[in-house]
């Protein structure tokens, strides 16, 4: 077994960021096109930003880490105030009150302009910054970090080839790549068997509990947000509900996404572009791990399992789609919730199976708050898939898009994603354009 593709799958695929990633973009993007311009000696007077539906969906009410501010304008000035693209999805990490100010300058001036890029593209930032005497211009696509092409006064600086990008020279594999390469069974083979998490280069998965583990303590210590964590937590102790080790689990993960949502100065570790994900597809195994008091080695295995299982799902789905990530993520956390509870790859498939028979379906109606209450529901819906595996028990292929092979089941579940998406995203944001219209 090739293990070392593995690693390169996890480091590529799994990467710290602060913030929801979709501003994080839009804010390393505004990084690229405003350290451009200060190589030129000008300052910012005004932006453009042209963005696809899926990030402008995602992007228009989520909070921007350690500010009061939320929404695209705000992420994009304060990136190219901060000029600092080498921070990658940490852009924002220690800006300074001047940047803050400056971004807010901008923005309350009406000197940033937001408009839908039509492309075909699900993900895709393109800004521009002008300046008293010159411009700039940078777009990521595809991925939150891949820069495509970089111009200074109509320029070129840097074009990446066709199928490259800004990442391709570093960790990342093609989502192409990955789907071919992983699949259910050598996953579970790989983390069960071949995986030595003393010995193996898994930093990426310590760092996830670690830094995951920090955001959900966070999110316990405040009202973040819906507080749906927080509030879970106090219907325990008040008596309405009862702390068991699923709700264990729904209340810790929840209350890293509570945090998240509401602009907490925590980085998380996500997973495929998401830290939500990252969070999902982590903290329920890690706080059943220590429910049960687990091995730290057996915990890292099943962390691992989860991980993997949503980066083999989302290669088919793709970064961005109609169908909230959450869902995806879940699936991950379902299968090493099983691994803990000490099923096998039969048991593991029957997650898979029972998950898609449950969550599938789910809308993605942009990143925001109530993310935390989609991500209780499927924390939950993980750990009613575990236990329904674990006595044996799968949705059978009769029903709705579950087939007998687990493989052919997730690839529904991606088609339906993807051929869905298009349409559903559209009618989405229409919504939400309206809505704010209305406001």
Wanted: with cysteine.
């Amino acid at each position: 077994m090739d293990k070392t593709m593995f690693f390169r799958i996890l480091d590529s695929e799994m990467e710290l960021a602060t913030g929801c990633t979709e501003p994080g973009a839009i804010a390393l993007t505004g990084a690229y096109a405003g350290r451009e311009l200060a190589k030129l000696g000008d300052s910012i007077c005004r932006m453009e930003v042209k963005a696809s539906t899926n990030i402008i969906k995602n992007a228009m009410a989520a909070g921007i880490p350690g500010t009061k501010y939320t929404g695209i304008p705000y992420a994009a000035a304060i990136g190219a105030c901060a000029a600092k693209p080498e921070k990658l999805l940490e852009v924002i990490n220690g800006v300074s009150q001047d940047v803050y100010q400056a971004a807010e300058v901008l923005v309350e001036s009406g000197k940033v302009k937001v408009d839908l890029a039509k492309v075909p593209q699900k993900l895709y930032i393109d800004i521009t910054v002008y300046g008293a005497a010159h411009t700039a211009r940078a777009v990521i696509a595809d991925l939150h970090t891949n820069l495509v092409l970089l111009e200074a006064d109509g320029a070129e600086v840097f074009r990446a080839e066709a199928g490259a990008g800004a990442e391709s020279a570093g960790a990342a594999v093609a989502p192409e790549q990955i789907a071919a390469f992983l699949t259910i069974r050598k996953i579970y083979d790989f983390c069960d068997k071949e995986l030595d998490p003393a010995k193996d280069p898994i930093d990426i998965i310590r760092e996830a509990v670690r830094v995951n583990s920090n955001i959900c303590d966070e999110g316990l210590k405040k009202e973040y947000g819906l507080a749906i964590g927080h509030n879970l937590e106090r219907n325990c102790r008040e008596g309405v509900m009862t702390r068991d080790m699923t709700m264990n689990s729904m209340i810790i993960t929840t209350a890293g996404a509570d945090a998240r949502m509401a602009g907490a100065p925590f980085s998380v570790v996500a997973n495929s572009g998401s830290g939500n994900q990252g969070i999902t597809t982590t903290m329920p195994v890690v706080a059943l791990a220590r429910w049960r008091d687990i091995p730290e080695e057996k915990m890292l295995r099943a962390v691992t399992l989860s991980n993997l299982v949503a980066i083999r799902i989302k290669s088919k789905f793709g970064r961005l789609s109609a169908m909230c990530g959450a869902s995806v993520a879940g699936t991950g956390a379902a299968c090493g919730i099983t691994y803990l509870l000490g099923g096998g790859y039969d048991e593991i498939c029957h997650a898979i199976q029972n998950m898609v028979g449950d969550v599938t379906g789910m809308l993605c109606d942009g990143a925001k708050a109530d993310c935390a209450l989609k991500i209780s529901s499927c924390t939950n819906a993980a750990f009613q898939a575990a236990f329904m595996a674990m006595r044996g028990v799968r949705v059978q292929s009769t029903d709705g898009i579950v087939e007998t092979d687990v493989e052919k089941t997730i690839d529904n579940f991606a088609t339906l994603g993807n051929q869905g998406s298009g349409p559903m995203d559209a009618a989405i944001l229409q919504m939400m354009l309206n809505k704010e219209k209305e406001g």
